[in-house]
C-alpha cells in the first residue's frame, strides 16, 4: 500500500491526485470546514422556520385586533342610528361611558361601557354582554359628543392590544 501512494504521489497528475486523497481520507481542516457549512445551513433553516411560524402567528393575532376594532366601530353605527335621544354624555361633553335611546327599540337605553379591558353592550335591564373577544384587551374607552355647525356626532376613541398588537380606534359617527 505505501508503494503505491508514493507512486500516486511521483506522478503528480490530477487523477493521481484524486485517487491519493480517496485511499487517504480527509484532514482536520476539511473536516471541520464541512461540520461549520452543516452547522451554518441548519441554523438557518431553523432560524427562518421559526420566523415563519412567529410571523404567522402575529397576522393572527392582527387580523383578531382588526376584526374587534371593526365590530365596535359597526355596533356603534348602529347603536347611533335611529336614536331618540344620546343620554351620555351630554351634549359637548365627554364620558367613558355612551347611553342611548333608540327609536321603535323596545330594550332602552342601550349603553356601551369597559370594563377589566373588556367593551360591553347593556341593553335595557339586560346583563351586558361582552363586544371583544377574551384575546383583546381595551383600553382608554372615551365618547365626546359635539355638536358643531348644527350637524351632531360622536367621536369613540380606545386602544385595542392583544399578545403582540395594538391599535388605536378614532371614529366619528354622525348622527342623523
Known sequence: MKMQ??????????????????????????????????TMITTFTLFATYQIINSHERSINWIELEENQQFFAQKLEWLLQNNATINIPAANNNNTLLS??????????????????VIYLQQG???????????????????????????????????????????????LIFIK
Open 100 to 117: 342611548v335611546n333608540k327609536i321603535n327599540y323596545g330594550d332602552n337605553p342601550l349603553i356601551i361601557n369597559s370594563a377589566d379591558g
Open 125 to 171: 335591564a339586560a346583563i351586558p354582554f361582552r363586544l371583544t373577544t377574551p384575546n383583546i384587551t381595551v383600553s382608554n374607552l372615551f365618547f365626546e359628543h359635539r355638536t358643531v355647525s348644527g350637524k351632531t356626532f360622536i367621536k369613540a376613541m380606545a386602544t385595542f392590544t392583544n399578545k403582540s398588537a395594538s391599535s388605536s380606534l378614532n371614529t
Open 5 to 38: 501512494i508514493q507512486d500516486l504521489k511521483k506522478e503528480g497528475n490530477k487523477k493521481n491526485n484524486i485517487a491519493l486523497n480517496l485511499i487517504m481520507g480527509t484532514t482536520l481542516i476539511e473536516t471541520l470546514l464541512y461540520s461549520f457549512l452543516v
